[in-house]
């Protein structure tokens, strides 16, 4: 059974950091890409980063020096590190399987996490 399941979300002031985590189960990082998502109150779902099986890495340019992409392959588990968080990166935060290359429409989500960046 194929699960995606988001953590490490909360609330932090501006210029703080989260590490969030997505724990695969199903199947493995090594077929797969997966794609980190939010969704602030009033707008729609964007992607913020994709780490292919290769290991490269694509991210939006709002996050770009900020967010860091990660995955650890014994865990079957993928880390977006976030610095210097601001408070338009509040947003629930999703974790989602895409095809390899990152491209296409998520077949697979995660529950969610809310990131909360206010003083």
């Known amino acids: 059974q194929v699960q995606l399941v988001e953590s490490g979300g909360g609330l932090v002031q501006p210029g703080g950091s989260l590490r969030l985590s997505c724990a695969a189960s199903?199947?493995?990082?090594?077929?797969?890409?997966i794609n980190w998502f939010r969704q602030a109150p009033g707008k729609e779902r964007e992607r913020v980063s994709c780490?292919?099986?290769?290991?490269?890495?694509v991210y939006e340019d709002s996050v770009k020096g900020r967010f860091t992409i990660s995955r650890d392959n014994s865990k079957n588990t993928v880390y977006l590190q976030m610095n210097n968080l601001k408070p338009e990166d509040t947003a629930v935060y999703y974790c989602a399987r895409t095809a390899r290359d990152c491209s296409g429409q998520p077949n697979f989500w995660g529950q969610g996490t809310q990131v909360t960046v206010s003083s």
């Open positions: 780490i292919r099986p290769s290991g490269s890495t």
């Open positions: 199903g199947f493995t990082l090594d077929v797969y890409a």
